[in-house]
C-alpha cells in the first residue's frame, strides 16, 4: 500500500475527518452503556436519585447523620450545609423551594452547598459513611427487637420525624465506643458500596421533606433516556460522516488509479502488454483496484475504530468491575486463538486469489474474442471443459476461503455468548455480595461485547489487508513499468511544413528477449508523392518494418528520420499527428460511423467525411444505409463485414489529412474490383504525401513508384516491378505465383 501513498495524499483530509468522527463515534458508542447502567441503577432501583449527601435535609436527619461520623466528617459536612431560612429567600424562591419540599414550611431544614468541588465530593463520602454505619448498628442492636424501634420499621420508606426522634433516644442509650466502632467499620468499606447505601438514606430524608420521589424517579429516567437518544443520533450523523468520506476517499483514490493505469497501458508498446497480459490488466484495472477501494473504504474505517472500541470498551468495562478482568482477558485469549488459527489456514488462500480470476478472465476473454474459430473446429466441449477447470479452481480456493470465515463467525457467537454466561454469573454472586450493581453487570457485558465485535473487526481487516496488499502490487506493477518507447527530455520538433520523407538508414531490429533480428541492415527513403510498397513472404518483416515509423517499437541500431529529424527526438505525439495509418486488422470503436471517422480529425466536417469515405470506396455501402454516417457500429465493429472495417479504417486515416500514409496489408480484406477503385482514388488524394503500402499482392503495388523485397528481415531488391521482374528473383516468384504470363508481360 505505500508504493499507492502518492494517490491517498490527496484525500489526507478525508482520512483526518474519518479518523476525527469515529473517535466522535467511538465516544459516543462507549458512553450509551454507562448511560444504560445509570437507568437501571439510579432511575430504577435508586428512584432517580443520585446523590449520596442530600440537597436539602432537616436538621434531625442531620442530627441522625452527625451522630455516626467522624469528627473530621462533622466538620466538613457542616461547613457544606447552610440553614434554609425564608427571609434569606425572594418570594418566588421561598414558594419554589417550598413547593418542591412540602414539610419544610414547619421543619427547620439545611441546604447542601458547599464552596468548592473537592468539598462536594468529601461530603458524599461523608455521608456515605454514616449511612453505612448507621445500617450495621441497627441491624445489629435492634436485630430480632420485637418493640417499636426495630431496624426494619425504624429504617424504611414510611421514615417520620416521630421515628427519627426515637431513634436518636435510643441512641443515648448506647455506649458511644459502640457507635464509635461502627464510625470505624465504614471507614474500611469501598466507595461505591457507600454510595450504594447513603442513596437510600437520602431518598428517605426526601420522603420526610415531602418530595415528590415519583416525579424524581420519573424526571431522572426521561433526562437520561433522553441523553440516550441524542447520543442515538450523534452516533447516526457519525456513521452517516464517516460512510460520506470513506466513500470519497475510496472511490477517489481508485478513480485515479483508474486513470493512471489507463494512461500507462495506452503508452505501452507490445513487449508491455505481453508481460502483463490483457486479461491480468483488465483484471489490475477493475479487480485489483476494488480490492483497495474497499480497503480505504471499510477497512480503514475499522482499523482505527476497532483499537478505540478495543481499549475504550477495556477502560470502561474496568471501571464497572476490576475484579472480572480476567473474563475480558479470557475472552481475548480465546477469540485471538480462533483467529490465529484460522488464518494459518486461509492466507495462503487468499494471495492466490488474484491469480485465479486473472486466469478465468483469461479464459473468458479467449473464448469471447475467438467464438468464430471455437465453432469452426467444433471445439466448444474442450473450452468448456478448459473454462471449467479455471472456474473450478476458482470456486475451490473462494469456497474454502469464505469457508473458513463461516466457521470463524458461529465460533466467535459460541465464544461471546459463553463470556456473556459468564459474566452473569460472576456478576450474579458480585451483586449478591453488593459489591456490584445490576446495571454496572448489564454495562459490563455490553462492554465486553464491543472488545470482542472490535477482535472480530480485526480479524476483518486480516482479510482485507494481505489480498488489497497483493492488489497494490500487482497495481504499482503496471504503474511503475515503464515503456520501452519514451519520448526523450529536450526533444526535437518538426517545421510547420512538413514534406514526409522517411529514412531509414542502416536500421536493425530485434523483440525484446529475442536472440535475433527480425530486420537486418535496413536502408532506404521514401519520398512525399510517390507510393513505396514492400513485399515478401509471411514473417519476412514488413509488418515490423513499417511499425517502426511510428514508434510501435524503437530500432535496435541505426535511425529512421521524418525530414531529416531522428524520429527518436520527437515527440510521440507530434511524430503520430503526421501519419495517417491503417493498421493490419481494421479496428472500430463502439458509437457510430461519423465518431469512427473523427478519429482522424475531430473537428473535421461531414463533408470532410464523406470525402474520406468516398476515396475509401465506403460510400458504397455507406449510402444503402438509413441512418448513413450515423449508422451505430457495436464494440470492435462486428457488426460490419471485414472489407467495410477496412474501409472505414482507410477513411479515417484519409480525413486526418497527413503528410505521410502507412498501409499495412490493409486491401487484404478488399475484392480486386474494390482494390483497383480504391488505388486509383487514391493516387490523387495523397498524391503530396509519403505512401508506403505492405501488401501481399503483386497487383496492389506494381504501379509503386518503388517496391522494396523483403526476405527473412533483409532487402533482397528494390525498384520498380519492372526492374524487380528482372533483377530480383524473389520477387519475380512471387510475381509468377500470382500474375500470368500475359500480365507479367
Not at 441491624?139 to 431496624?151: D, L, P, V
Not at 428517605?204 to 433522553?226: C, E, M, R, S
Not at 490483457?278 to 480497503?295: E, H, K, W
Amino acid at each position: 500500500m505505500m508504493k499507492l501513498k502518492k494517490y491517498i495524499k490527496p484525500y489526507l483530509g478525508y482520512a483526518l475527518a474519518i479518523i476525527i468522527l469515529l473517535f466522535c463515534q467511538s465516544v459516543v458508542d462507549l458512553n450509551l452503556p454507562n448511560l444504560m447502567s445509570d437507568i437501571v441503577n439510579i432511575g430504577i432501583q435508586q428512584g432517580g436519585v443520585s446523590e449520596s449527601a442530600p440537597k436539602v435535609i432537616s436538621a434531625q436527619a442531620m442530627e441522625l447523620m452527625s451522630r455516626f461520623m467522624s469528627p473530621e466528617d462533622k466538620e466538613l459536612v457542616q461547613s457544606c450545609y447552610v440553614k434554609v431560612s425564608e427571609q434569606d429567600m425572594s418570594e418566588g424562591d421561598w414558594n419554589s423551594f417550598i413547593n418542591r419540599w412540602p414539610n419544610a414550611r414547619n421543619t427547620e431544614c439545611l441546604r447542601f452547598e458547599p464552596s468548592t468541588h473537592e468539598a462536594r465530593q468529601k461530603a458524599q463520602i461523608a455521608f456515605g459513611r454514616s449511612a453505612y454505619a448507621i445500617m450495621n448498628f441497627t441491624k445489629e442492636s435492634f436485630a430480632g427487637t420485637s418493640g417499636e424501634i426495630s431496624a426494619e420499621k425504624g429504617l424504611n420508606d414510611s421514615v417520620n420525624s416521630e421515628s427519627i426522634n426515637q431513634l436518636l433516644s435510643f441512641l443515648d442509650t448506647f455506649p458511644q465506643d459502640r457507635i464509635d466502632a461502627a464510625i470505624d467499620n465504614a471507614a474500611s468499606v469501598p466507595e461505591n458500596l457507600l454510595s450504594q447505601t447513603s442513596v437510600i438514606f437520602t431518598k428517605w430524608f426526601y420522603t420526610l421533606l415531602g418530595a415528590d420521589t415519583g416525579a424524581i424517579q420519573t424526571n431522572y429516567i426521561i433526562k437520561v433516556g433522553g441523553k440516550m437518544l441524542l447520543m442515538t443520533l450523534l452516533l447516526v450523523s457519525f456513521a452517516i460522516g464517516v460512510g460520506f468520506c470513506a466513500s470519497k476517499l475510496g472511490t477517489g483514490v481508485a478513480r485515479d488509479l483508474r486513470r493512471d493505469i489507463f494512461s500507462r497501458v495506452s503508452s505501452f508498446t507490445n513487449n508491455e502488454y505481453d508481460k502483463f497480459g490483457t486479461a491480468s490488466l483488465i483484471t489490475r484495472s477493475t479487480n485489483d483496484v476494488m480490492q483497495v477501494r474497499g480497503l480505504l473504504s471499510m477497512g480503514l474505517r475499522t482499523m482505527f475504530y476497532a483499537p478505540i472500541i478495543g481499549i475504550g470498551g477495556t477502560i470502561m468495562a474496568l471501571s464497572k468491575s476490576h475484579s472480572m478482568a480476567w473474563i475480558i482477558a479470557l475472552a481475548g485469549v480465546l477469540i485471538f486463538g480462533v483467529i490465529f488459527v484460522m488464518f494459518t489456514v486461509a492466507m495462503p488462500k487468499f494471495k492466490i486469489m488474484q491469480k485465479l480470476v486473472d486466469k478465468l478472465n483469461l479464459v473468458s476473454r479467449e473464448n469471447l474474442s475467438g467464438m468464430m474459430v471455437i465453432r469452426a473446429f467444433a471445439t466448444q466441449k474442450f473450452e468448456e471443459d478448459r473454462f471449467d477447470k479455471a472456474n473450478q479452481a476458482l470456486a475451490k480456493n473462494n469456497l474454502f476461503v469464505y469457508r473458513a470465515m463461516a466457521t470463524m463467525m458461529p465460533i466467535m457467537m459460541l465464544v461471546m455468548n459463553a463470556v456473556s454466561l459468564l459474566i452473569v454469573w460472576v456478576g450474579g454472586h458480585q451483586i449478591a455480595a453488593s459489591s456490584m450493581q445490576v446495571g454496572d453487570m448489564m454495562a459490563f457485558i455490553q462492554y465486553t461485547m464491543q472488545i470482542i465485535m472490535s477482535f472480530l473487526m480485526i480479524s476483518m481487516v486480516f482479510v482485507m489487508v494481505p489480498r488489497a496488499a497483493v492488489s497494490a502490487n500487482r497495481i504499482a506493477e503496471v504503474l511503475d513499468c515503464h515503456s520501452s518507447v519514451e519520448d526523450v527530455p529536450e526533444p526535437q520538433h518538426l517545421s510547420k511544413d512538413v514534406k514526409g520523407i522517411i529514412e531509414f538508414k542502416d536500421v536493425s531490429f530485434h523483440y525484446e528477449g529475442a536472440d535475433e533480428n527480425v530486420l537486418e541492415h535496413i536502408t532506404f527513403t521514401a519520398r512525399p508523392g510517390e507510393t513505396t510498397a514492400f513485399i515478401g513472404s509471411t514473417g519476412s518483416g514488413k509488418s515490423t518494418l513499417v511499425n517502426l515509423i511510428p514508434r510501435f517499437h524503437d530500432v535496435s541500431s541505426g535511425t529512421i528520420c521524418l525530414d531529416g529529424v531522428d524520429i527518436r527526438n520527437l515527440p510521440q505525439k507530434e511524430l503520430r499527428e503526421n501519419i495517417g495509418y491503417i493498421p493490419q486488422n481494421g479496428v472500430l470503436f463502439s458509437g457510430d460511423i461519423r465518431s469512427n471517422l473523427r478519429y482522424g480529425d475531430e473537428n473535421a466536417d461531414d463533408e470532410s467525411l464523406y470525402k474520406a469515405a468516398q476515396v475509401a470506396q465506403a460510400t458504397e455501402f455507406i449510402d444503402e444505409l438509413p441512418e448513413g454516417l450515423s449508422t451505430q457500429i457495436s464494440q470492435g465493429g462486428t457488426n460490419v463485414s471485414g472489407g467495410q472495417r477496412q474501409r472505414l479504417s482507410i477513411a479515417r486515416a484519409l480525413v486526418k489529412k497527413a503528410p505521410v500514409y502507412i498501409f499495412d496489408d490493409t486491401f487484404s480484406a478488399l475484392d480486386f474490383k474494390t482494390d483497383a477503385k480504391l488505388r486509383q482514388a487514391l493516387k490523387s488524394s495523397t498524391e503530396k504525401a509519403t505512401t508506403l503500402i505492405v501488401a501481399q499482392r503483386v497487383s496492389t503495388i506494381m504501379h509503386a513508384q518503388q517496391i522494396i523485397v523483403l526476405d527473412e528481415g533483409r532487402i533482397v531488391g528494390i525498384g520498380t516491378h519492372k526492374e524487380l521482374l528482372e533483377n530480383c528473383k524473389e520477387y519475380r516468384e512471387i510475381a509468377e505465383s500470382q500474375l500470368s504470363k500475359e500480365e507479367l508481360a
